[in-house]
C-alpha cells in the first residue's frame, strides 16, 4: 500500500443502521476507501475474498457465523488483512478470543467517528490497536493458559534488543512510546518488530506477545 493510496475498507455488522452510518462516515474521510459492507459472518468472508481489503471492521456477535469464527476464516484466506473486532463489551474472553483468532485490534461501539478512522489507519501500519489495560487482561488470561501447558520448546532465538520491544509491546505500547522509551527511532521499532514476527513466523503483535508468555521468552511477574 503506497502512502497516497487510500486504506481499503470493509465494514460487517448485522445492525444495517450502525453499518451503513459507519460506511457513509468513513467515505469522507480522504485517506479511507470503504470497497464494501456485509451483514454476517459468511457474507463476510465471501466479501473478503473478492475484495482483499486491507482492514476489516468486524462485529463480533453475527447471524449465520459468528465474528470469531469469521476472523478466523478471513485470516486463513487473506493473511494480510487486518481485522478491528467491534463490540459493545470490552469482556476479556471476546478479547482474548479475538486476537488468538488473528485481530489486530478491538474497538468499543460506542467510539466516536474519529476514533474508528484513526484506528483504521493505525492497524493499516501494521500496529496493534489494544489498551494497555486490555493487554494486561490478555497476559494475564494467558499466563493461566500457558501454566497448564507444555514445558517450554525450542523457541526461535530473539535478540535482547527484540525481547525489549516486545516486552514494552506486551504493555501496550504503540511503535512511537516503544521507540521513545528505548531512545531508539520509529523506524528501527518498526524493523525490530517486523524481525520479531518474520522470526516467529506469526501475522501480529499481540500474536508475538502470546507466543513470547506461552515459552517463558519474557519475564511478566
Do not use: W
Amino acid at each position: 500500500m503506497g502512502a497516497s493510496e487510500p486504506v481499503r475498507v470493509v465494514v460487517v455488522d448485522d445492525q444495517e443502521l450502525f453499518r451503513r452510518g459507519l460506511t457513509m462516515l468513513l467515505g469522507v474521510e480522504p485517506d479511507i476507501e470503504v470497497v464494501g459492507e456485509a451483514g454476517d459472518g459468511v457474507s463476510a468472508v465471501e466479501l473478503v475474498a473478492a475484495t482483499t481489503p486491507d482492514i476489516v471492521l468486524l462485529d463480533v456477535r453475527m447471524p449465520k457465523r459468528s465474528g470469531l469464527e469469521a476472523c478466523m476464516r478471513i485470516k486463513e484466506q487473506a493473511p494480510s488483512t487486518r481485522i478491528i473486532m467491534l463490540t459493545v463489551s470490552d469482556e476479556e474472553g471476546d478479547l482474548y478470543e479475538a486476537v488468538k483468532n488473528g485481530a489486530s485490534g478491538y474497538l468499543l461501539k460506542d467510539s466516536s467517528i474519529d476514533e474508528v478512522a484513526q484506528a483504521v489507519r493505525v492497524v493499516a501500519e501494521g500496529q496493534s490497536l489494544i489498551s494497555p489495560s486490555m493487554a494486561a487482561k490478555l497476559i494475564d488470561e494467558f499466563k493461566e493458559i500457558s501454566r497448564a501447558d507444555r514445558e517450554p520448546g525450542n523457541a526461535p532465538r530473539l535478540t535482547d534488543r527484540e525481547l525489549e520491544v516486545l516486552r514494552l509491546v506486551a504493555k501496550g505500547m504503540n511503535n512511537r512510546e516503544v521507540a521513545k522509551q528505548l531512545f531508539i527511532s520509529e523506524n528501527t521499532v518498526k524493523n525490530h518488530v517486523r524481525n520479531i514476527l518474520d522470526k516467529l513466523q506469526l501475522h501480529s503483535r499481540m500474536e508475538a506477545v502470546m507466543y513470547a508468555v506461552r515459552e517463558k521468552l519474557l519475564d511478566i511477574p
